[in-house]
């Protein structure tokens, strides 16, 4: 008998996790993700039974994000506006197409930059997000979740990622 897929799930403040979606967003925000790798489970992370943290830096629009992987789920959480730099982000609104994406769909450049910043290198968000795709066979559901500037962000990994694993929060 095959195994089921993972049904792309709405999430909010009091989602199917309890307060956890609220602890993702809220975390984005802490200085310990300004790390460039895998660091130590923040304890506010591994009462929703967490065991690995990945936090990425992009260094040239001050965008960070991180990725807590748990036995039964997965999250992306991205940090929201929080300096100038962001705010010059924020302001660069023309839209453009995403690669590998629906050919109708535009987004935000500033935003659309700051998430390929996110990706570039062998250590990207895309690249470990591919890595825990082929790594739980597509069986663990990846929630994507971000305030403001992070809100954006997690839209637009929603569409570039986007299949029946990954939901945007």
């Known amino acids: 008998m095959a195994a089921s897929r993972p049904a792309i799930t709405a999430c909010c403040l009091f989602g199917p996790h309890g307060r956890a979606d609220g602890v993702f967003t809220a975390f984005a925000y802490d200085a310990r993700i300004e ?7 923040p304890k506010e992370l591994t ?12 260094g040239l629009c001050d965008g960070f994000a991180y990725i807590a992987e748990g036995k039964d ?7 929201g506006t929080q300096s100038s730099v962001n705010w010059r982000t924020n302001l ?8 590998a994406t629906d050919r109708n769909l535009k987004v935000h450049e500033g935003f659309y930059s700051a998430f390929v910043m996110l990706n570039d290198g062998a250590q990207g968000i895309l690249d470990k997000i591919q890595q825990l795709k082929i790594k739980t066979n597509g069986l663990i559901p ?28």
Do not use: M, W
């Not at 009462?47 to 992009?58: I, L, P, R």
């Open 35 to 41: 790390a460039t790798s895998s660091i130590e489970v």
């Open 47 to 58: 009462g929703f039974g967490f065991k690995q943290f990945t936090a990425f830096h992009n």
């Open 73 to 79: 789920l997965i999250v992306l959480s991205f940090r």
């Open 92 to 99: 660069n609104a023309r839209l453009i197409h995403p690669d």
């Open 142 to 169: 990846i929630y994507i979740t971000g305030h403001s500037l992070g809100g954006a962000l997690a839209q637009i990994a929603s569409a570039v990622l986007g299949d029946d694993q990954v939901a945007a929060c």
